[in-house]
Nanobody
Framework: QLVESGGGSVQSGGSLRLSCVGS????????LAWFRQAPGTEREGVAF???????SYLESVKGRFTLSRDNAKNTMYLQMNSLKPEDTAMYYC????????????????????WGQGTQVTVSA
């Protein structure tokens, strides 16, 4: 089970840090990712991290978002800086225990485990 936290409402230019904890099993050998979905849009991948810490990002968040993992705490973090109104969405963490996903190809369908989501709202 994955549990997200850290969402909220901020003004444009603000920051938030999202967390995703594996509450029932270790995430250390999983590839992990954050996805987001705004109303009326498809879910899109925001950031991906593999088991050795290599990351990949959606082009529009590069330089603003940083994904990291703390295996000791069984937690993944998404630090989001310089937030924009277009970042407004429900954010979901996802885990892939076989690491079928890779940094060059990580569609939502590759991730069998999902959290319930945390809302991020950025006002202009």
């Amino acid at each position: 089970q994955l549990v997200e936290s850290g969402g909220g409402s901020v003004q444009s230019g603000g920051s938030l840090r999202l967390s995703c904890v594996g509450s029932k099993y270790t995430l250390n050998n999983h590839c992990l990712a954050w996805f987001r979905q705004a109303p009326g849009t498809e879910r899109e991948g925001v950031a991906f991290i593999d088991t050795d810490g290599t990351t990949s990002y959606l082009e529009s968040v590069k330089g603003r978002f940083t994904l990291s993992r703390d295996n000791a705490k069984n937690t993944m973090y998404l630090q989001m800086n310089s937030l924009k109104p277009e970042d407004t969405a429900m954010y979901y963490c996802a885990a892939d225990d076989f690491c079928v996903a890779s940094g060059s190809n990580w569609p939502a369908a590759y991730f069998p485990y999902w959290g319930q989501g945390t809302q991020v709202t950025v006002s202009a």
